[in-house]
């Protein structure tokens, strides 16, 4: 008799809900530390119809915390590669993997409404806030989840029944950060910055806990070795990145004997350093095929000797010295003299265990220089010796067990939604109307809790902590508004036809203002400038998919708002070709479904009023305050072609880069 591979699943739920496991359709978002776990989790529990989507490629860095990578697969697709590991572990599921970005076109509502449940594994909060806003607008649930260091979280999220992920402003100013941005594709200054506390750790601390050191995939070296197969491309790969490991490792060995006190010797070493990292690595990964894929501006190498020789402005003189951003030529006499003075006879002692501190003028003046180098190396503004103190905060690297944990509580959870799913079923789209629908709804997430991990045991010495799910805020700019679809011709409609036929005539919009991904299309009303007048009326005969901030396209979705009725409801844009329509019942060719946006008898409040939760010290993600800003001060984008990844929500105050750094997957 064959052996039973789910007889333990099957005993623990039943078969009745063990069939609607297997049968449910689940999307992982993230292939990373959490991700990895989830997908191993989910093969192993009965989950047969698995899809995932990742950006990413593997990193060195990633291999000791993400377990279903190995040497070989460094520069290969994260979700393709998790497939291919999950498939080992049980190859009877159904596993469809994606290497593209979350953002694109092709994973709009309609792609969500395909699925049960959506499990976000996701690293980035803009991505976080977009999947959230996708499933919202889908009717789909949503598990969340994060992770720093020995905390982590899970929160169940479904429209009109939990707060959702905008629903609160997150309450301490942390930012994550992949480990393979800080290592490859750096675009900020806060990224430079934690790679130079990460190089000091290699010049000057424990130099296996860099994670420059190349030590990461150690524990990976062994499985690499066993596995035989590898294509010519893999196999050169692996040689580049064994010989960049090579290069930096070699330059960053430490002196040793009277070379400690010869300032040549010293002085050769710090030149050493600094071409290895600032120059020969990066002209090594240029070369690669993959090489800087994900960077927004291809690196350009730095020798030395172009450095010393490079005597731009460095600003004004006045003001206090340490506000005034240094020169090139500066940073690295800078870079220079700190490594010296590290070696010196006082501070000699240190080396092996030398840690930074931001309150120590020498290690504070080589993270900065380095950091300041660095970014020119990317052309990313430089920082003050001011700024670079503020912005360096704690770092706190990922872990590999509360991944799994966080993992594992999230499948729970889907579980718990699926139940409720077979006994309450939803209409699979994007409105479920109707008081039957509303009331069944409302029973999805009757067994769901959000769940907190924690790093010292508390009560009865649990490490996990459960809370009842939150409810939606009202105030909330993502949930708490209604949701409309609208179905027409995005390639022959122009905006002006939506503002004046859809808007005013259908839905009673009398003053409109239309926003897609933070740029404002249109907007009428009071205190409007002479250009942005002219900005708004040019965009009127554009078509949809013409208009600026990347155009209107299939599965878009508008922020559309009336200041004079204090209105906000969400557009959902479903492409339909005019000759779909019947021209004699529908002359106006389009169509409008889902809830009827309704006009708001309390005023906006400036700012949440309620906690984020009570654990205010676990939560973990970057600050993103739900302030109100006035009209005037949203962004507004007049080059099609120039709204960024990074741009946030206009409704949300933006923070400064004065915040903590954590270090993620």
């Keep these: 008799m064959a052996k039973d591979r789910y007889s333990h699943m099957r005993r623990a739920l039943g078969a009745e809900l063990f069939d609607v496991v297997q049968k449910s359709k689940i999307l992982v978002v993230g292939a990373g530390g959490i991700g990895c776990e989830l997908l191993k989790n989910l093969v192993f529990s009965g989950f047969l119809n698995v899809e995932i989507i990742d950006l990413d490629t593997i990193d060195v ?163 690499a070795q066993e596995d035989a197969q590898d294509g010519e491309d893999q196999k050169e790969l692996q040689e580049k990145e064994k010989e960049i490991r090579s290069v930096i490792m070699s330059a960053v060995e430490r002196p040793q004997g009277a070379d400690q006190d010869d300032a040549e010797k010293l002085r050769a070493y ?109 052309d990313i503004e430089r920082k003050s010796k001011f700024d670079v103190k503020g912005i360096a905060g704690n770092i706190i690297h990922a872990i590999a067990t509360t991944n799994a944990i966080v993992a594992g509580i999230q499948v729970v959870e889907s579980i718990k939604l699926l139940s409720q799913l077979k006994k309450h079923p939803i209409k699979n789209k994007v409105f479920a109307q109707g008081t039957q629908e509303k009331k069944d709804s409302e029973q999805i997430t009757k067994f769901s809790n959000s769940c907190w991990v924690v790093r010292e045991p508390i009560g009865r010495g649990y490490v996990l902590q ?84 990347g155009g209107i396209k299939n599965g878009s979705i508008l922020d559309i708002e009336d200041f004079s009725q204090n209105m906000a409801f969400k557009l959902v844009i479903q492409h339909k070709s005019n000759e779909e329509f019947d021209k004699e019942e529908n002359p106006d060719q389009f169509t409008l479904t889902g809830d009827q946006p309704m006009v708001s008898t309390d005023k906006p409040s400036e700012e949440s009023s309620s906690p984020a939760v009570d654990d205010s010290d676990i939560v973990l993600v970057a600050n993103d305050s739900s302030a109100v800003v006035e009209r005037s001060k949203r962004t507004r984008t007049k080059d099609s072609d120039a709204v960024s990844e990074n741009e946030e929500d206009p409704k949300r105050s933006r923070s400064s880069e004065d915040e903590a750094v954590v270090l993620v997957d």
């Design 61 to 223: 860095s990633n291999l000791n915390r993400q377990f279903l990578f190995r040497n070989r697969h460094v520069g290969m697709s994260k979700s393709k590669v998790a497939k291919e590991a999950a498939l080992n572990f049980n190859p009877h599921v159904n596993i469809t993997s994606h290497h593209g970005n979350i953002k694109a076109e092709e994973f709009g509502v309609n792609y969500f409404k395909g699925f049960d449940v959506v499990l976000n594994a996701l690293d980035n909060v803009n991505a976080r806030q977009h999947v959230n806003r996708l499933c919202l607008a889908a009717n789909i649930p949503l598990i969340d989840s994060g992770t720093t260091g020995y905390l982590g979280q899970v929160n169940v999220i479904f429209k009109g029944e939990t707060k959702c992920y905008d629903c609160e402003p997150k309450s301490e100013n942390k930012k994550t950060f992949p480990i393979c941005t800080i290592r490859n594709t750096p675009d900020k200054p806060v990224h430079c910055i934690v790679w130079a506390k990460e190089l000091f750790k290699l010049m000057f601390g424990n130099m296996a806990e860099s994670m420059l050191s190349g030590n990461d995939d150690d524990a990976s070296a062994g499985g």
């Design 270 to 378: 710090a030149k050493r350093v600094f071409n290895a990292v600032f120059d020969n690595e990066i002209a090594l990964k240029l070369k690669l095929r993959n090489g800087y894929k994900g960077a927004k501006k291809k690196p350009e190498p730095l020798s030395f000797e172009k450095a010393i020789a490079l005597d731009e402005s460095s600003g004004p003189a006045s003001g206090l010295r340490d506000q005034r951003v240094l020169s090139i030529k500066e940073c690295t006499e800078m870079f220079v003299s700190t490594v010296e003075k590290m070696w010196s006879k006082d501070r000699r002692e240190q080396i092996g265990d030398a840690v930074f501190d931001k309150d120590d003028d020498l290690t504070l003046d080589f993270v900065m220089a380095a950091s300041n180098l660095r970014s020119q190396v990317f």
């Design 466 to 549: 459960a809370s009842t799910l939150g409810e939606p805020n009202s105030n909330c700019y993502s949930c708490g508004n209604a949701v409309v679809n609208l179905y027409v011709d995005v390639e022959k409609t122009t905006l002006g036809t939506v503002v004046d036929k859809v808007l005013r005539k259908k839905v009673g919009v009398n003053t409109p203002s239309v926003m897609l991904n933070s740029s404002e299309l249109y907007c009428e009303g009071e205190g409007l400038e002479e250009d942005e007048l002219e900005f708004f009326k040019a965009n009127l005969p554009k078509t949809l998919v013409g208009c600026p901030a």
